[in-house]
């Protein structure tokens, strides 16, 4: 495939970067920022560690990964950190494929642009999206295969498509808000169509069949996730279960924790009904409002997770901001881009300064941490709003004003202000 300088030289380093022992990795393996319990690392050693001793790791609560990973790890290849490196070029490279689909161009001759090395540096160079991997979270696994599910569906490519939202919504449930866009772009276009809406012109007809091949796909992962476990269903309750009953109040960036931390415990399942299904809302009013960009819709709700998830990590915002970059149509329409970049930096500051001071030293508590992960809620929520509105906005176009024209009978300059669609 041809691909931009960037590419090469900074697949290069990441992969220098996985060979080379880091100072410090240990202390990113134990960051709560960077790995949460059902994305760590360190869970998953453990994990491996009890099915070498023939003990079921999904009984005692603190293994919380997929079957999958389990056998991919403890079977096929160790987890190295050079998996890791791949996987990270993975995404870098299914992003740059991404974009050459949508602006019409061939996904294996492209165009050695700056705009190309500029969408796979903001995904290699992301510290959102580096230091998770250099952790070794399994985050980094859900984006590529987030980004290549995106892929295969902007290049028409049904089975690929499927087949990897399916192991996405395996590994995190999450995921399953981007089925619906997934199977919009698979029947309609990814090209942009931001600047001139009009009804979804894909084939209605075949979302149910496409449906019905993604269901054959997941009831296979489920099988065989089964048959790895042993014939067990504890995973289920252990992996799946977790995003929904939020059993380990581990601190993260997110915005679940402390508040289920401070729960009263007859009123727990009542609002984990209520932040679950509060994530699910989105999916139906955004593809609705950007049906004619399906591609745009599932980058919204990228963002919906990266705000809301329950288990948030540093990656998960990380994929949304990164993927802002193969949208240039609307750049020029966003709002306060400056203000959500500052919010990003603040949060950036903070979450670790305050991580420190309670966890490892002792002088502040749990009020503190939570106040920066706020922060960190209000950049995404900034962000997101901003991108919703951006995409909303181009289809107005640029205003003009006019020169001059009669009023009342007589000639007088003033002012007539028209719009101007951009795209056509």
């Known amino acids: 495939m041809n691909t931009p300088p960037a590419f090469s030289i900074l697949v290069c380093l990441r992969l220098l970067l996985a060979v080379l022992p880091l100072p410090g990795q240990n202390l990113l ?86 705009v190309e090395n500029l969408i796979v540096s903001v995904y290699l160079l992301n510290p959102y999206l580096l230091l998770p ?22 290049e028409g490519k049904v089975s690929s498509a499927l087949l990897a939202i399916a192991f996405a919504v395996h590994l995190t449930p999450s995921s399953i808000l981007l089925l619906l866009p997934i199977l919009m772009v698979l029947v309609s276009s990814p090209v942009s169509h931001l600047a001139s809406p009009r009804p979804f012109h894909g084939s209605l007809k075949r979302i149910p069949f496409l449906f019905g091949e993604y269901i054959l796909y997941w009831l296979v992962l489920v099988g065989t ?47 984990l009904m209520v932040f679950s299904v509060h994530l699910v809302i989105y999916i139906l009013p955004i593809c609705i409002k950007f049906q004619h960009d399906p591609l745009y819709a599932a980058f919204l709700l990228i963002g919906v997770l990266g705000t809301f998830k329950a288990y948030l990590t540093l990656a998960d915002p990380g994929l949304f901001l990164s993927m802002i970059s ?87 300059k003033v002012k007539v202000i028209w719009w101007e669609v951009v795209q056509q």
């Open 225 to 271: 996730a089964c048959i790895i476990a042993g014939g067990s269903w504890n995973w289920v309750r252990a992996s799946w279960g977790a995003s929904l009953t939020l059993p380990d109040l581990t601190p993260n960036p997110g915005l679940w924790w402390y508040f289920f931390t401070e729960m009263f415990d007859h009123f727990r399942p009542f609002f």
């Open 133 to 154: 991997s250099l952790a070794l979270s399994t985050s980094t696994f859900e984006n590529a295969l987030t980004l290549l599910a995106l892929m295969f569906a902007s």
């Open 326 to 412: 193969i949208f240039p149509e609307v750049h020029g329409y966003l709002r306060h881009p400056i203000i959500t970049t500052l919010l990003h930096l603040h949060a950036a500051l903070l979450l670790p300064l305050q991580h420190v001071l309670w966890v490892s030293e002792g002088r502040g508590n749990a009020n503190f941490y939570y106040a920066a992960s706020l922060v960190m809620g209000m950049a995404g929520g900034a962000g997101l709003v901003d991108a919703c509105w951006a995409g909303l906005r181009i289809a107005v176009g640029d205003a003009k004003v006019g020169a001059e024209e009669n009023v009342d009978g007589e000639k007088g």
């Open 29 to 114: 393996k134990h960051d709560h920022q960077l790995s949460s319990p059902l994305t760590s690392y360190l869970r998953l050693n453990e994990g491996l560690w009890l099915l070498d001793n023939n003990i079921d790791p999904y009984i005692g609560g603190a293994f919380h990964h997929s079957p999958l990973l389990l056998s991919l790890f403890s079977t096929i290849v160790p987890p190295l950190p050079l998996i890791w490196a791949i996987s990270d070029a993975a995404g870098a490279w299914a992003l740059l494929r991404i974009w050459r689909a949508r602006q019409g161009l061939s996904p294996q001759k492209g165009v050695m642009s700056d």
